[in-house]
């Protein structure tokens, strides 16, 4: 049964515990965070555990209950900790594209940076601050545009779905090239080549062969792959939005002033 008395950590005040009188906290949540951060970038989240933390702070784990709760707040905390790298301006330029191709560059570096989030991410709802201070700015880049409310969120969720499966496969291919030794060249070449080769001569999959043989942008790099589709999708997205002109009376702004 759940218990009805959990709140959100971010509508949980922040505790200051003292160990003596006149003393600073002996601890705080970002204190907290920044360390299980950094146990998961290097060796994922499932070794951030409150016993593993504070190890690190040189206290006992009980101690840090007081200050995060929950293994789940820790997560959310994580989360918000690794979305307030993402820099972007104080809000959007009014070219959408621009506006919406440096947020998914910028997410996808701030995701390979921490391989965990991703998962963390897509696993959980969660609306921290700086999620929030992100999501914003991507519904905002659309303002104009003549969209409804309910199109560009549906459209940044696309966008987002896009840029997580993006990240969530380039970080699978470098943990799989570290997995067996291979640099993902070498993986391609050596331990998947002899077999495509194989498929390819059976002539069993012809448009399997065609992908592999007639292909433009096999050999495209990470980033160009990633900017690839980001740009296909970004042409999907433009297709639908609606010719009119800002100033016309029934262009529909959706910001905190309409």
Same mark, same amino acid.
């Given at each position: ?38 146990? !998961? ?32 707040? +820790? ?27 440096? +947020? ?7 995701? +390979? ?17 700086? +999620? ?70 059976? $002539? ?13 942008? !096999? ?9 690839? $589709? ?29």
């Amino acid at each position: 049964m759940a218990d009805e008395n959990v709140t959100s950590i971010w509508m949980q005040p922040e505790v200051h515990v003292r160990s003596g009188p006149g003393r600073r906290p002996g601890y705080s949540r970002e204190q907290i965070t920044r360390t299980a951060v950094r146990i !998961a970038d290097a060796e994922g989240v499932e070794a951030a555990t409150m016993r593993r933390i504070a190890g690190e702070l040189g206290t006992g784990a009980m101690s840090l209950y007081r200050y995060v709760p929950r293994r789940d707040d +820790l997560f959310d905390l994580m989360i918000d900790l690794a979305m307030s790298e993402i820099e972007l301006p104080d809000g959007p330029s009014g070219d959408w594209r621009a506006d919406l191709t440096l +947020l998914a560059e910028r997410t996808r570096a701030t995701g +390979l940076r921490h391989p965990w989030l991703i998962t963390l991410l897509t696993s959980r709802p969660t609306l921290g601050p700086h +999620l929030l201070r992100v999501h914003e700015y991507a519904l905002g880049a659309f303002n104009g545009t003549g969209l409804d409310i309910d199109d560009v969120t549906g459209f940044a969720g696309m966008l987002d779905d896009y840029v997580h499966s993006a990240i969530r496969r380039e970080i699978g291919w470098q943990e799989e090239a570290r997995r067996t030794g291979l640099d993902p060249e070498r993986w391609k070449r050596d331990y998947m080549g002899p077999y495509v080769r194989h498929v390819v001569a059976s $002539g069993a999959f012809p448009l399997f062969n065609r992908s592999i043989l007639d292909s433009r942008t !096999a050999h495209l790099s990470p980033e160009e792959r990633f900017r690839q $589709g980001l740009d296909r999708i970004l042409d999907a997205i433009a297709a639908l939005i609606p010719a009119t002109d800002p100033g016309a009376p029934h262009a529909r702004r959706y910001d905190a002033q309409a």
